[in-house]
């Protein structure tokens, strides 16, 4: 178990160089399974989630060097059939985007069911409706999902989503990638990490256009050839540094990002009272005094995001006012309240929203991460706080953050990490 031991109290100053994209990482390593070649992808995130999946690739014969911290190069030409193994697949909630590209390279999928969920039931009906939309026959049994194409592979298909789903998005992509007609999803998910998905597959070769717009269109291609491709860096990193300083105050410059993706973070904290500068590709954020209070909702993209709702949160609690806060993608995401809490907030949730007293001062104690942007959230509240914050199961924070520690010292924090073997690191989804 990771432990994160943080002195609060100080100010934020200097600069942060955001990381390549958590969710576009974990879409673009599975589909390098689709490619005849071999692919050589820069900016990958440092994580555990990304290792997760490395370790899943190279499970099925994957070919992978490491030519840096950041750059891979991935050929999976020789590739296996296989079904990964399930104490790997339900650690990783992205895993379920190997059925779309088992389906779509092999032609039959076999994969464990991602593991428990932290945030409310998570189900994976419009994934499915998408494969057999392009003609495949699903089944789920034993806590596994079996999918299997037609004689000789996936036909195109025409899929209506019910929900906007980033990840039956990304899947349905997946699969349509080697199917033998053209695929049309209508109410797609327009996230940034779904157009860095569309164009890292264009680089090698796909024919996908539309993404980013509400109707992605995807005519499928006889095989993929290696290329090289950059990730976009990480919104949610991005913001979650903005918001920490809006909350803890001084003056960070966060580099490396693309400006527009942020957009309504900048709204947010600029109403709140912060003072944010956009650049090229980096945004300066200075806070010298207490934020106002503001409402937010979650939305798809381009609205509020869900991934930033407990880092908002956090500057929320120690606002002047009440806030509220609308969690408007999952059912179950306050969690992290009881904690926040605990640390002196004032934070009662009814149904899907939190409606937050800001206070004036939070104080350390012992906190528990129960997913990762919580604990990202109890990493901020812990900046902003008294005395010192003992965060357990700081594992869960490194499944998406590459380097917070180092990155937040480099800031002027006060933050040490622990980790004890002994212990058992959470089991994780994402
Ligand atoms: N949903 C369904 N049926 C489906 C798919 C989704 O009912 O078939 C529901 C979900 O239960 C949820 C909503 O639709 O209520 C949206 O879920 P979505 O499919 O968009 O989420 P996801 O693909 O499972 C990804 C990210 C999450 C992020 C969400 C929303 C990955 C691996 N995960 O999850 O990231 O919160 O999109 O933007 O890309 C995180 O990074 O901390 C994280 C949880």
């Known amino acids: 178990m990771i432990k994160y031991w943080i002195e609060g109290g100080g100010k934020l100053n200097g600069s942060v160089a955001i990381s390549g994209a958590k969710n576009a990482a974990v879409a673009i390593l599975p589909a390098t399974l689709l490619v005849n070649g071999t692919c050589r992808i820069e900016n990958v995130p440092d994580i555990s989630d990304v290792r997760l999946l490395l370790e899943i690739l190279s499970n099925m014969g994957a070919r992978i060097r490491r030519l840096g911290r950041n750059t891979l190069e991935i050929d999976c030409s020789h590739v296996r059939n296989v079904t990964a193994p399930i104490e790997l697949v339900r650690r990783i ?3 379920y985007y190997l059925i779309g590209v088992q389906l779509g390279r092999f032609g039959h999928a076999r994969v464990a069911m991602p593991g428990g969920c932290n945030f409310g039931v998570r189900p994976i009906d419009q994934h499915i409706k998408g494969f057999e939309a392009m003609g495949a026959t699903v089944e789920q049994a034993g806590g596994y999902v079996c999918a299997d194409a037609p004689e000789g592979g996936l036909l195109g298909g025409h899929v209506y989503l019910d929900i906007v789903s980033v990840g039956a998005t990304m899947n349905i992509l997946l699969a349509a990638v080697l ?58 990193e991005a913001g979650t540094y903005m918001t920490a300083a809006a909350a803890v105050g001084g003056n960070v410059l966060v580099e490396n990002v693309i400006p527009k993706h942020l957009d309504c973070i900048t709204a947010k904290l600029r109403e709140m009272g912060a003072r944010v500068t956009e650049y090229d590709d980096s945004i300066r954020v200075e806070s010298s005094r207490r934020l106002r209070r503001a409402n937010v909702k979650t939305m798809p993209y381009p609205g509020f995001p869900t991934d930033m709702q407990p880092q908002i949160a956090v500057c929320m609690a120690l606002a002047e006012g009440t806030s509220l806060v609308t969690e408007g993608i999952y059912d179950n995401r306050f969690r992290y309240t009881g904690e926040i809490n605990r640390m002196g907030a004032s934070i009662q949730v009814e149904s899907k929203t939190a409606v937050i007293d800001g206070v004036r001062q939070l104080h350390g104690c012992e906190v528990r991460a129960c997913d990762l942007r ?57």
């Open 93 to 95: 909630r992205a895993s």
């Open 374 to 430: 919580a604990g990202a959230a109890m990493v901020i509240a812990a900046l902003c706080a008294e005395g010192t914050t003992v965060i357990e199961d700081a594992d869960y924070i490194e499944r998406g953050y590459e380097d917070i520690v180092g990155k937040l010292t480099g800031l002027g924090a006060k933050i040490r990490r622990t980790e004890d073997r002994s212990a058992p690191a959470e089991e994780s989804v994402g």
């Open 179 to 236: 199917s033998g007609g053209l695929t049309i999803i209508e109410n797609c998910a327009k996230e940034p990490h779904i157009v860095d998905l569309a164009n890292f597959l264009n680089a090698m070769g796909a024919k996908v256009s539309g993404a980013g717009t509400d109707i992605i269109k995807v005519r499928g291609v006889r095989q993929l050839r290696g290329g090289f491709y950059t990730i976009i860096p990480d919104q949610i």
